[in-house]
């Protein structure tokens, strides 16, 4: 059975910084991609960024701007999201995701398995 956990998330100020974790189980073929989303109250789900299969190649959203890093540690089936200087506009609850990787960010209809997600607050 396949697994995503998704860790880390709270209620920072303002340019703080949070780490969140996606803990990766039953996924017997590694060669998938993790990619974050994440959702506000009344938004559609963005996506954030995300690693290949081989964690060489990270992609990102726009919005990041350089604040977020996305890790991956395939040994301990582990993805990383680094965000720094968080923004009130942050705030969303965040998910991982998992797909078979192609080399590009699918539709999320694409995605086979999701997290539960982990809510991040960024208060003013």
């Known amino acids: 059975q396949v697994q995503l956990v998704e860790s880390g998330g709270g209620v920072v100020q303002a340019g703080d910084s949070l780490r969140l974790s996606c803990a990766v189980f039953g996924l017997t073929d590694n060669k998938y991609r993790i990619d974050w989303f994440r959702q506000a109250p009344g938004k559609e789900r963005d996506f954030v960024a995300g690693?290949?299969?081989?964690?060489?190649?990270?992609y990102y959203g726009e919005f990041t701007k350089g604040r977020f890093t996305v890790s991956r540690d395939s040994a301990k089936n582990l993805v990383a999201l680094q965000m720094n200087s968080l923004e009130p506009e942050d705030t969303a609850v965040y998910y991982c995701?998992?797909?078979?990787?192609?080399?590009?960010?699918?539709?999320?209809?694409?995605?086979?398995?999701w997290g539960q997600g982990t809510q991040v607050t960024v208060s003013s």
């Open positions: 995701a998992a797909t078979s990787d192609d080399g590009y960010v699918k539709p999320i209809s694409q995605y086979d398995y």
């Open positions: 690693v290949d299969w081989s964690g060489a190649y990270a």
